[in-house]
């Protein structure tokens, strides 16, 4: 296979494993998958894609040129 190392490790550093992603659109249309949609980074494969699990059950990868998508800040949580 081929494929670019450096950009595989560019990605796996801009979204690390944990990483809370919100959809906001596919490049292709895939059922359940709507806008708004959150899920977790688990991993990043050789193409670079980012191994998803979604809220929704679902492990459909994003591809980061071509899928829409943002990084949801975690909040941290505070304790009294």
């Known amino acids: 296979m081929n494929y ?7 990605v796996k550093a801009q ?3 944990g ?3 919100e959809l906001m659109g596919m490049c292709n249309d895939e059922p359940g998958m709507e806008p708004g949609l ?3 980074v ?3 494969d ?4 980012l191994l998803m699990k979604w809220d929704n059950g679902r ?6 040129e071509e899928d829409s ?11 009294m």
């Open 38 to 40: 959150c899920g977790t």
């Open 15 to 17: 979204y690390p494993v």
């Open 4 to 10: 670019d190392r450096n950009k595989v490790e560019r």
């Open 69 to 79: 998508f943002r990084v949801v800040e975690q909040e941290m949580e505070q304790s």
């Open 59 to 64: 492990s459909l990868s994003l591809f980061p």
């Open 46 to 49: 050789d193409q670079p894609a």
């Open 19 to 21: 990483t809370r992603i």
């Open 42 to 44: 688990v991993g990043v």
